[in-house]
C-alpha cells in the first residue's frame, strides 16, 4: 500500500510564494515519476510539473519559469516552489505516483488559493 501526504497549501496574494509538499510512504520503488496535478473548479485535472527519479522534468507550459519541481529520492518526497503565483493558479493540487504499475497513486489534494 502506498500513501502520499501533501503539505503547503494555502491562501497568498497574486505575486506571492507557497512551497507544497508531498511525502511517499509504503511499498516505494526505485524508478518512479513523481508529479504535481492540479484541478480549478469546472475544470479538468491538468499536469502542473513532473519529475522522474533521474532527474527529467516535464513543465505545464502555464507554470513555466515560475514553478519549480524538485525530489529527493532518499526521503520519498517531491516539492514545488511556487513563485510569481497568480489567481489563474488557484486550483486544488493533488501529489501523483507514478511506479508504473497498473495503478497510479494520488494525494488527497492540498487548497491553494491566490487572490488578486
Known amino acids: 500500500q502506498v500513501q502520499l501526504v501533501e503539505s503547503g497549501g494555502g491562501l497568498v496574494q497574486a505575486g506571492g510564494s507557497l512551497r507544497l509538499s508531498c511525502v511517499a510512504s509504503g511499498r516505494i520503488f526505485s524508478v518512479s515519476v513523481m508529479g504535481w496535478y492540479r484541478q480549478a473548479p469546472g475544470k479538468q485535472r491538468e499536469l502542473v510539473a513532473a519529475i522522474n527519479s533521474g532527474g527529467t522534468i516535464n513543465y505545464a507550459d502555464s507554470v513555466k519559469g515560475r514553478f519549480t519541481i524538485s525530489r529527493d529520492n532518499a526521503k520519498n518526497t517531491v516539492y514545488l516552489q511556487m513563485n510569481s503565483l497568480k489567481p489563474e493558479d488557484t486550483a486544488v493540487y493533488y501529489c501523483?505516483?507514478?511506479?508504473?504499475?497498473?495503478?497510479?497513486?494520488w494525494g488527497q489534494g492540498t487548497q491553494v488559493t491566490v487572490s488578486s
Open positions: 501523483n505516483l507514478n511506479q508504473f504499475e497498473p495503478r497510479n497513486y
